[in-house]
T-cell receptor, first 113, second 112 residues
């Protein structure tokens, strides 16, 4: 068990570019979550999957954001036409339905310049 | 609806002194409560959790927290602060739908 893995750890992009992040959950974890954390704030829920189904999306997830988990294993989060306000740490977490806690990855820090 | 309030965005203590980080929650159902710690540019690590049963829960690194239903609180304590405790601490509540809501965090500074 290597824990939740996120790639890349850091991403610097120019405004208007598209970016994609990857999350590999702990093996056999059927629930996968995406959170966004801005400076000085706690993580804010974006969306979550149970297996390949995206069950809920936050209002924070604008049309420029899309998340997928095509085979119920790894997940990708894409941001199109990035804006400076998208600069944040994007955290992925996973667990098994019924688990009491979620296990977090180390995050991808996005900087939009 | 569930929410979490952490009182004090910054707390400073001397090395060896008591650490007290405050967390109050609101929940329409019996809550599951958590404390996570985050070191710079890292993800969140679980310190401890309350689900059911004993209201005083012990976690890693000497931390403990007490669930007080009457006060809707889940304050985090450690008898003696260590330099390595300097980090950001987040209180969180889990909904019945297995989603987590976090407070805004408390940054702990330990003064040598």
């Amino acid at each position: 068990d290597t824990g939740v893995s996120q790639d890349p750890r850091h991403k610097i992009t120019k405004r208007g570019q598209n970016v994609t992040f990857r999350c590999d959950p702990i093996s056999e974890h059927n629930r996968l979550y995406w959170y966004r954390q801005t400076l000085g704030q706690g993580p804010e829920f974006l969306t979550y999957f149970q297996n390949e189904a995206q069950l809920e999306k936050s209002r924070l997830l604008s049309d420029r954001f899309s998340a997928e988990r095509p085979k119920g294993s790894f997940s990708t989060l894409e941001i199109q036409r990035t804006e400076q306000g998208d600069s944040a740490m994007y955290l992925c977490a996973s667990n098994v339905w019924g688990d009491t806690e979620a296990f977090f990855g180390q995050g991808t820090r996005l900087t939009v310049v | 609806a569930q929410s979490v309030t952490q009182l004090g965005s910054h707390v400073s203590v001397s090395e060896g002194a008591l650490v007290l980080l405050r967390c109050n929650y609101s929940s329409s159902v019996p809550p599951y409560l958590f404390w996570y710690v985050q070191y710079p540019n890292q993800g969140l690590q679980l310190l401890l959790k309350y689900t059911t049963g004993a209201t005083l829960v012990k976690g890693i690194n000497g931390f403990e927290a007490e669930f007080k239903k009457s006060e809707t609180s889940f304050h985090l304590t450690k008898p003696s602060a260590h330099m390595s405790d300097a980090a950001e601490y987040f209180c969180a509540v889990r909904t019945p739908g297995n989603q987590f809501y976090f407070g805004t965090g408390t940054s702990l500074t330990v003064i040598p």
